[in-house]
């Protein structure tokens, strides 16, 4: 069973546009989402975090929100840029410091 | 820069071989080190939790006794792929955070058993 899911596999935006990723999970007692960016044959890179106190976290273009009650977080890139092409996990942890339970990934591809 | 930091970052080994993947917090004391595995176009999905001092915990469906891990130290834990086989060919990363920061990854290291 699948806690933590990303529905969309892959997203296409034209540059400058805004990008939204969006994130589903099913256990309650995720406290901490993160998102991260991968490249092929790279560890996944720390984007973004966002604790269940929160509804909101921004930082520079990427802004995470989050919808407790709907256990839905998304991912906003405005604007986008071609270098942001990657794929993108959404992840969730009990503790700020425990183990993360991945999504299956949104490739993401910015257009020129 | 990196904070995490994974060795080697490729093997190319023939089968019955056995592999030693290093994984060292870099400007932080990790007591905890997580192993996860990505197959081709699928999510990163944990191996194990990696305790300094302590044995490491394993997740359902993954053999102890193949992947073995040590972690000795603050900043550094071990996964042993023993006795490889082209099964187990596939991309290994590595994470550790701490209190003050969120969990990071290493480059990843990718297994290639003949």
């Known amino acids: 069973d699948q806690q933590v899911k990303q529905n969309s596999p892959s997203l296409s935006v034209q540059e400058g546009r805004i990008s939204i990723l969006n994130c589903d999970y099913t256990?309650?007692?995720?406290?901490?989402f993160l998102w991260y960016k991968k490249y092929p044959a790279e560890g996944p890179t720390f984007l973004i975090s966002?604790?269940?106190?929160?509804d909101k976290n921004e930082d520079g273009r990427f802004t995470v929100f989050l919808n407790k009650s709907a256990k839905h977080l998304s991912l906003h890139i405005v604007p986008s840029q071609p270098g942001d092409s990657a794929v993108y996990f959404c992840?969730?942890?009990?503790?700020?410091?425990?183990?993360?339970?991945f999504g299956s990934g949104t490739q993401l591809t910015v257009l020129p | 820069g990196a904070v995490v930091s994974q060795h080697p970052s490729r093997v190319i080994c023939k089968s019955g071989t056995s592999v030693k993947i290093e994984c060292r917090s870099l400007?932080?004391?990790?007591?905890?080190m997580f192993w996860y595995r990505q197959f081709p176009k699928q999510s990163l999905m944990l191996m194990a939790t990696?305790?300094?001092?302590?044995?490491?915990?394993?997740e359902q469906g993954v053999e102890k006794d193949k992947f073995l891990i040590n972690h000795a130290s603050l900043t550094l834990s071990t996964l042993t792929v023993t006795s490889a086989h082209p099964e187990d060919s596939s991309f290994y990363i590595c994470?550790?955070?701490?209190?003050?920061?969120?969990?990071?990854f290493g480059d990843g290291t990718r297994l290639s058993i003949l």
């Open positions: 994470s550790a955070g701490d209190s003050n920061q969120p969990q990071h």
């Open positions: 400007d932080f004391q990790a007591t905890t």
């Open positions: 990696s305790n300094e001092g302590s044995k490491a915990t394993y």
């Open positions: 966002i604790s269940s106190i929160k």
């Open positions: 256990n309650s007692m995720f406290d901490y």
């Open positions: 992840a969730a942890s009990k503790t700020p410091t425990g183990q993360l339970t």
